[in-house]
Structure formats: C-alpha cells, structure tokens
C-alpha cells in the first residue's frame, strides 16, 4: 500500500525553525519527483516547494523563497522541507505529496497522484 508519511511539525516560535520530513514507503520505484503543500482551514492547498529526485532541480512559492529549503535524503522517496525564519503566516497543515510520472506540474496539486495525511506547522508571534 502506497503511504506517504509527514514527520517533524509542531509549535515554533517566529523567526525560529522547523524540519519536515517525508517518507514514502509504498512505492516499489521512485518517485518523479516529490513536493510539500500546505492548506489552511476553508482555504485550497497551496504550492510551497518541490524537488525533482533525479535531477535535483528544485522550485518553490515565492513566499518561501530563501526561508525553506526542500531536500532529497539518501533513503529512496525521502524529502525534507527546512523552515528557517519562521512567520505566523507559515501556520498551516503541511502535505507531503509525489509522482512516479514525469509532469511539467510540480507547482500544481494536479501534478501529483500520492499524499501523505498532513502535518500540523504552528507559529506563534
């Protein structure tokens, strides 16, 4: 069973940092490629940052560029998003999300066929 798995949320402080991590232990090849959304209540889920896992090229929403950093692991189907100089407005439910196929939508929720279940992510001011 294919199953994604979000690790490392929980409450920081502004402009402290957090370490997501994800996991997807289901699949028997690898991902395309893998990504990190986030949602908050009555809102759609929005785009934060994606990773090509071949190739390394990676992408994010302008919003987090040069404050999170999305990252392969060595283990097969292994991200990280690095949080640094943390805001409230970062406070949102985190997915984790990947693709076995080769899309031009990796900013897209479209672009992906496997998420995990979310992840709290809380700043206070």
């Known amino acids: 069973q294919e199953q994604l798995v979000e690790s490392g949320g929980g409450l920081a402080q502004a402009g402290g940092s957090l370490k997501l991590s994800c996991v997807d232990s289901g699949r028997t090849f690898s991902n395309y490629a893998m990504g990190w959304f986030r949602q908050a209540p009555g809102k759609e889920r929005e785009f934060v940052a994606s990773?090509?896992?071949?190739?390394?090229?990676?992408y994010y929403t302008d919003s987090v560029q040069g404050r999170f950093t999305i990252s392969r692991g060595n283990a097969k189907n292994t991200i990280y998003l690095t949080m640094n100089s943390l805001k409230p407005e970062d406070t949102d439910v985190y997915y984790c999300?990947?693709?076995?196929?080769?899309?031009?939508?990796?900013?897209?929720?479209?672009?992906?066929?496997?998420w995990g279940q979310g992840i709290q992510v809380t700043v206070s001011p």
């Open positions: 999300a990947g693709t076995t196929k080769p899309t031009a939508y990796l900013t897209r929720f479209a672009g992906y066929d496997n």
């Open positions: 990773i090509k896992l071949s190739a390394g090229n990676t």
